[in-house]
């Protein structure tokens, strides 16, 4: 007479503390039970599929230090320190991430844009910052090209940074422009995260943590967009 075992799955956990209980119970009643342990990978990445490639634009450098605090700090400065944090969670969200420079150097906008051609990117992001003779000016705001249709991508954007770092929303804008986003050949949009001239958001941008806080709502926003790709 043949033996046959049946397997039957009881259930997932994200817990392991929940799973245990749960093999409790069945050695208990007599089962031969067990627990497997699997990875799941991000919803970006498939088996069948090769992450996809964001390319993460910081304004400015080199010759160009864009807008400049009051306390002297350059918005060139800043967007590379914000650039690298969003590199570092797109890689965590499973993406291959290519800078348009990582380090303080110029390079013409064409040219920044070029590099989503080179490297067949699926979206382009550039960050900045925002500047006003009016120290009072406040907020953060995106960019967009009309021509691509991303406003509301740049709507979600610039609401996810407003709430993370408690700063006003400004909007999203078109500006078709701008080489960056017209000749990017992807999706792309501009973050100008924060206002270097006015003294309070001066500060924000400078700290860490918050510099921190803008590049995962960023990379979260991204990764919602490229994951229905």
């Known amino acids: 007479m043949k033996m046959h075992r049946v397997l039957v799955q009881v259930g997932s956990?994200?817990?392991?503390?929940n799973a245990e209980k749960c093999w409790q119970r069945l050695q208990q009643a007599g089962k031969l039970a067990w627990i497997e342990t699997v990875e799941i990978l991000p919803p970006t990445i498939r088996s069948n599929q090769s992450p996809a490639r964001i390319v993460v634009d910081a304004g400015h450098g080199g010759k160009d230090p864009g807008a400049v605090g009051h306390t002297g700090i350059k918005e060139k400065d800043i967007n590379l320190a914000i650039a690298h944090r969003l590199k570092g969670c797109l890689i965590d969200h499973g993406y291959r991430v290519v800078m348009t420079r990582e380090g303080d150097s110029f390079k013409a906008p064409a040219a920044r844009a070029a590099e989503a051609h080179r490297v067949g990117a699926q979206f382009f992001i550039s960050i900045h910052a925002?500047?006003?003779?009016?120290?009072?000016?406040?907020?953060?705001?995106t960019l967009y090209n009309p021509a691509q249709n991303t406003?509301?991508?740049?709507?979600?954007?610039?609401?996810?940074?407003?709430?993370?770092?408690?700063?006003f929303n400004?909007?999203?804008?078109?500006?078709?422009?701008l080489a960056v986003l017209r000749k990017a050949g992807v999706p792309a949009l501009i973050v100008e995260t924060a206002f270097i001239s006015n003294p309070e958001e001066e500060r924000l941008l400078v700290a860490a943590e918050e510099q921190e806080k803008i590049a995962r709502a960023i990379a979260r926003v991204v990764d919602d967009y490229c994951a229905r790709l």
């Open 13 to 17: 956990f994200r817990d392991r503390k």
């Open 130 to 141: 925002n500047a006003h003779q009016n120290r009072q000016a406040n907020g953060v705001e």
């Open 151 to 167: 406003k509301t991508l740049a709507e979600t954007l610039v609401r996810a940074v407003a709430e993370a770092v408690g700063i």
């Open 170 to 177: 400004r909007g999203a804008k078109p500006r078709e422009d």
